[in-house]
């Protein structure tokens, strides 16, 4: 196997580990009543595991934003629904009261589903915060400065953290760590303690790195082709190719959905474990770079939604659909399969692009929407709404 990464001599010495409850892992759909990322989970499938079987939503409660800033995504679970904003993270409870804000250091962020936190990247490692904003502590992962924590994605029992080093003078560098957390209370200096590392690996030259979690591990993304690891980061399959990856989500099969550019071309790939490209779709234009991890349905059509645009693809690669859309919103799927979109409305798609209206909110929807248990979250440039199905 051609090695995309080499391993950190630092944990060279680490013994291998079991991960308790790696049978019930399913990364592509959070818990109901969760969207721990910002695509909903550590598989970046934007999948809810909430099926959509109402129509006619109002709010429930609105809260003013603040000094969020303009809302980019959201997080929702433990009862606290977390606005990433421009300027800050801001933190209400399920009932719309504010807790407060975080800064955005403009990292990536996960509501660990476990622990009850919020982990925010920072410069050379993650911030970890109480479900009340309150700061709890910092998790150093980088060797060298400075970087940036990319990606977090939780496993069974353990936390995988991608993070890039930039040289002032020098080639850029990735890495990827999985260590185990054994107990958040035990800080000093601020420093979070209880910390168990499990392994490291790394790629030079390189800052286009992209990553995703599958049920047996991460899976990652380079500019010379795809990487399946396991939690404890060794590797397991690996397929070469080429283009910068942009973006990338993982089915329940492991297969990686990556967008890359390509000599000048947007492109969707899917790629089996260790496999050949299955799909290999030049994509309308450029702009698909800014839609985000694919969603996935859980019968395999893929959904994208960069700005002003939807377009729908099947399993075996052909473009179904294309409309416009007056919004920059990206979108999410319920677990019956119906896509969550803002236009000037709220709405819900099938699978023929068929329009269902949800709500029509008094303001241009810029984050979400977000089906979390019974409630849509959603987002205006000022206020977060909390939107709820019709009496029974």
């Keep these: 196997m051609t090695t995309l990464f080499r391993p950190l001599s630092t944990f060279k010495d680490v013994p291998p580990a079991s991960f308790d409850g790696l049978d019930q892992y399913a990364p592509w759909a959070p818990p109901p009543g969760t969207w721990p990322s910002a695509a909903g989970g550590a598989a970046r499938t934007g999948r809810s595991a909430t099926p959509l079987v109402h129509d006619n939503w109002s709010p429930l409660w609105e809260a003013p ?70 700061r709890e502590a910092s998790l150093f992962l980088s060797f060298s400065e400075p970087s940036s924590t990319r990606e977090i994605l939780q496993g069974p029992g353990v936390l995988a953290f991608l993070s890039v080093e ?88 492991e297969r990686a959905h990556v967008i890359v550019n390509d000599n000048f ?26 839609s985000g991890p694919p969603i996935i349905a859980a019968a395999g059509q893929v959904y994208l939604t960069p700005p002003g645009s939807l377009l729908a693809i099947s399993p075996d690669g052909k473009i179904l659909w294309q409309q416009t859309r007056a919004s920059d919103a990206r979108g999410s799927v319920s677990a019956n399969g119906l896509l969550l979109v803002a236009t000037d409305t709220v709405d819900a798609v099938t699978a023929e692009g068929r329009h269902l209206i949800l709500w029509h909110p008094p303001a241009r ?26 009496a029974p």
């Design 65 to 134: 934003l603040g000094g969020v800033g303009q809302p980019r995504s959201l997080l929702v679970g433990h009862g606290r629904v977390v606005v990433n904003g421009a300027d800050q993270r801001g933190v209400w409870t399920e009932d719309g009261r504010a807790l407060g804000s975080i800064p955005d250091t403009g990292g990536t962020a996960l509501l660990d589903l476990d622990g009850g936190r919020l982990l925010a990247g920072a410069s050379g490692g993650v911030a970890t915060y109480t479900p009340d904003a309150k």
């Design 166 to 253: 930039r040289q002032p003078h020098g080639s850029p560098r990735a890495e990827v760590l999985a260590m185990r957390v054994r107990d958040y209370g035990k800080i000093k200096n601020d420093i979070l303690y209880g910390v168990e590392p499990l392994a490291g690996i790394t790629r030079s030259e390189d800052d286009s790195v992209v990553a995703a979690a599958g049920r047996t591990g991460p899976i990652i993304a380079t500019d010379a082709g795809v990487l399946w690891c396991d939690w404890q980061l060794r590797p397991l399959h690996e397929s070469l190719g080429s283009g910068t990856p942009w973006t990338i989500s993982v089915d329940d099969q």
């Design 265 to 290: 071309q947007t492109r969707l790939r899917i790629i089996p474990p260790g496999g050949k490209p299955i799909v290999d779709l030049a994509l309308p234009s450029s702009e698909y770079n800014y």
């Design 365 to 390: 929807i810029v984050a979400g929407p977000v089906l979390a248990g019974d409630r849509i979250y959603v987002a205006s440039a000022e206020k977060l709404y909390a939107l709820r199905p019709p």
